[in-house]
């Protein structure tokens, strides 16, 4: 069974950085995507980056590009976002998905439909 584990979410100042983990259990990471997603209340939950199978590739939505790093260690079965320049708007539940091959070629920000197996997400609030 597929597990995923989101962690290192906090309340955040403006400006600030965090690194976002998720640690995958149950499978082989290096078989999978990762993808991380953003969901606001009351909104769908929206692709922020993901990253293929052997790390090479990865995207990002417009937002976050050159704030926002994506990262796997397959060893250590974790995906990491990290998360630099913190923005109010970037405030939301953030949470992994996973995918098996590699990311799909369809917009960043509309690849949620493409995953499956998610974690129960982990708190990001910029304010201050």
């Known amino acids: 069974q597929l597990r995923l584990a989101e962690s290192g979410g906090r309340v955040v100042q403006p400006g600030g950085s965090l690194r976002l983990s998720c640690v995958v259990s149950?499978?082989?990471?290096?078989?999978?995507?990762i993808g991380w997603f953003r969901q606001a209340p009351g909104k769908e939950r929206e692709g922020v980056s993901c990253?293929?199978?052997?790390?090479?590739?990865?995207t990002y939505r417009a937002a976050v590009k050159g704030r926002f790093t994506i990262s796997r260690d397959n060893a250590k079965d974790t995906v990491y976002l990290q998360m630099n320049g913190l923005l109010r708007d970037d405030s939301s539940t953030y949470y992994c998905?996973?995918?098996?091959?590699?990311?799909?070629?369809?917009?960043?920000?509309?690849?949620?439909?493409?995953?499956?197996?998610w974690g129960q997400g982990t708190q990001v609030t910029v304010k201050g």
């Open positions: 998905g996973a995918r098996f091959t590699d990311c799909p070629t369809t917009a960043t920000t509309e690849l949620a439909p493409y995953f499956g197996s």
């Open positions: 149950g499978f082989s990471l290096d078989k999978y995507a």
């Open positions: 990253i293929d199978t052997t790390g090479e590739t990865t």
